[in-house]
């Protein structure tokens, strides 16, 4: 299973930038598409997510009310989203899909078999 991760890049701070995860094809058992991101010297944390049976998204406090995830079944596609970005948000995003995770444990990294490479997102000040 391939994830494709895109659209990171460099912006100022008040911009936004769409990010895009072709996800994998529609199989027996639905995925669940997550985004993560790893900031320098941090640990990788959790971003935003759609459960794949309930629809439920569930996003980070730090991303709620600037980042949007929202999802193309037709193109196999998951997008994030981000505005108001600021240099806390400077990082490399991941997509990881599961068909296991369940929705109260969305967050957890260890519930995500397939991982994409990551793309950059710089936000200057």
């Known amino acids: 299973v391939q994830l494709q991760a895109s659209g990171g890049g460099s912006v100022q701070a008040g911009g936004s930038l769409r990010l895009s995860c072709s996800a994998p094809g529609r199989t027996r058992h639905p995925w669940t598409v997550a985004w993560f991101r790893q900031s320098p010297g941090m640990d990788r944390e959790f971003v935003a997510a759609?459960?794949?049976?309930?629809?439920?998204?569930s996003y980070a406090d730090s991303a709620k009310g600037r980042f949007a995830y929202s999802r193309d079944t037709a193109r196999n596609t998951v997008y994030l989203q981000m505005n108001s970005l600021t240099p806390e948000d400077t990082a490399v995003y991941y997509c990881?899909?599961?068909?296991?995770?369940?929705?109260?444990?969305?967050?957890?990294?260890?519930?995500?078999?397939?991982w994409g490479q990551g793309t950059q997102v710089t936000v200057s000040s």
């Open positions: 990881a899909a599961s068909h296991s995770v369940i929705s109260s444990n969305l967050a957890a990294q260890t519930a995500y078999a397939y």
């Open positions: 759609m459960h794949r049976s309930a629809g439920r998204i």
